[in-house]
């Protein structure tokens, strides 16, 4: 983070210095942090109250705190930590100034960022990136604070549940160039519906100034109608987008080469991560990356160098027996869902064993998740997968294999599958088939 004293720091987010008559005067130069067993040298500890645990009861030892009440560190006290940590966030972007990328989508925004992080060149302090997918309301503030004097790109994931959140989100750090990459069925239920989705996802571009940028999915109906919406140039993405692809093919790991078209320009790319759906999310990152002013050669350059999405979003490993796992269980939507059971059967036909479909409940769907749930399992018997293990008590239609839970998914693998064989992990993050996944990979049949 920026330097700043606890007085100034005081200042901007309307709160009282509490310690001892030298605590104003504490320079906070390191980045906030909310996890107290994480400490920042030199950073600033922000103490929320939450149901199950007070950060304020762990504030002994760090270096600054920012909270509701008086610690044994130097305290800034305010209202509401939350609303604070906000507002020096946009203190931090207003004085450092970065061109802000922001995206959103209901799927597909973890790996667009990472690849438009990729491009940028976020090894340095020149370009910051959300770590993950910190895209609330505390992990965008959290990303803004990591900007240094010099940094000159800032990309952030943002996330919503609800109307109203993209356009907070955007106060905190108002984009240049924003990205909706699609509208999908991912939460729902929290919404209360699709078109709420869609309202909701529209805010980001509704942030931009007339002198930013929308990129905006042209295969995505819904996504292309929001053009209406902003002030913003717009430039479209996809197949039928300004920024496009041509001639996409699979190597025999699932990953994507394809010829990277805009503007009657060409490159080509060859991507690291696994799946067909990726070519899409590199599209919408090479998009952004334009708007800012990349060339094509250094965007398709820079797509060509990202490696692959962290454990658990895709990721390929290879038994020593010769079994693989397609690891995507770190989340799951119907969109998800049938893109990972495409490379499922992508990455089958170049093995002689079986595919097995892994499938755990999908979360957040609201009154639609019966026919969801039915409609992602018969996508897994029409793209022709062999089994179909379903995890869990949840609506997954008749047919296939059941099993209880986790524990015995891991069974039921360890007794009927092996060399040669391919199988795919795919649910909700709180099912939690990463274990599965590791367990599986653990040891042979």
Known sequence: MIAISLADLAAVVGGTVHGDPRAGRTVV???????SRHPEPGG?????????ADGHDHAAGAHAVLGSRPTAAPTVVVRDPAVALARLARHVVDTVAPTTYAVTGSHGKT?????????????????????GN?????????????????TRELVLEMGARGLGHLAWLSEVAPPDVAAVLAVGSAHVGEFGGPALVAAAKGELVEALAPGGTAVLNADDPQVAAMAVRTRARVLTFGRTGEVSWRAPALDARGRASFVLTHAGE???????????????????????ALAGGRSL???AAGLSAARPAPQSRSAVH??????????????????????????????????PGRT????????????????LHAAAGEQARAAGVDVLLAVGSGAWPAGGERVADREAALAWLRAHVGPGDTVLLKASRAVGLETVAAGLLARGR
Not at 321 to 348: F, H, I, K, Q
């Open 297 to 299: 050669d250094e965007v």
């Open 356 to 371: 097995v479909a892994v499938l755990g409940e999908m979360r957040e769907l609201g009154e639609g998740s019966a026919a």
């Open 29 to 35: 130069s390191g980045a906030a942090y909310l996890d």
């Open 44 to 52: 600033l500890f922000v103490a929320i109250a939450g149901e199950h």
């Open 134 to 150: 910190l895209n609330n309301e505390l992990g965008v503030p959290l990303t803004c604070l990591r900007l240094r004097p010099d």
């Open 111 to 131: 790996t667009t960022k990472e690849l438009l992080a990729a491009v940028l060149g976020s090894g340095g302090e020149r370009c910051v990136a959300t770590a």
């Open 266 to 288: 060409e490159a080509p790319v060859r991507l690291a991560l696994t799946g067909r759906h990726q070519v899409a999310n590199a599209a919408a990152a090479a998009a952004m």
């Open 318 to 351: 290879e038994r020593a027996d010769g079994l693989v796992v397609l690891d995507d269980s770190y989340n799951a939507n119907p969109e998800s869902v049938r893109a990972a059971l495409d490379t499922l059967v992508d990455l089958g036909r170049a093995r």
